[in-house]
């Protein structure tokens, strides 16, 4: 029960946080690119490959298995996965490709999906610096 709330609590504001990210970015690129989700779900990839990987650390400092898996359950499934939006970046391809705009729909649709793995990589690599 008690994972189930702090997956909860950490949705809401990885949500309230891609809100805010979102917003900013879309208040500074205006154009054709859905350039906000894009940020959201390549920085949100990066946090969650980051966050992934250095929990089991935290049973060398006395933390129990059990609080470690739940601060990871939390950051990753929880907030990180309130903050990314996978659907939305699907839905913004489908709307470009409708009204014409074929070549940003694929850049939004092969670029998310490239970049956003990248990132994840990257934040795997990351945080094995704190293994």
Known sequence: MLALLLVAVGGG???????VV?????????GGFPWGTFVVNVSGSFLIGAFSTPFHTLTWYGVSP???????????????????????ATVESVRLARSGRLRLALA??????????????AGVAAGSLFV
């Open 13 to 19: 504001l990885g949500a309230a946080a891609r809100f």
């Open 108 to 121: 939004n649709t092969l670029g998310t999906l490239l970049v956003t793995v990248l990132a994840a990589a």
């Open 66 to 88: 059990d609080v470690a898996h739940l601060v990871q359950f939390a950051l990753t499934t929880g907030l990180c996965g309130g903050y990314t939006t996978f659907s939305t």
């Open 22 to 30: 979102d917003g900013e970015v879309r208040a500074r690129h205006d």
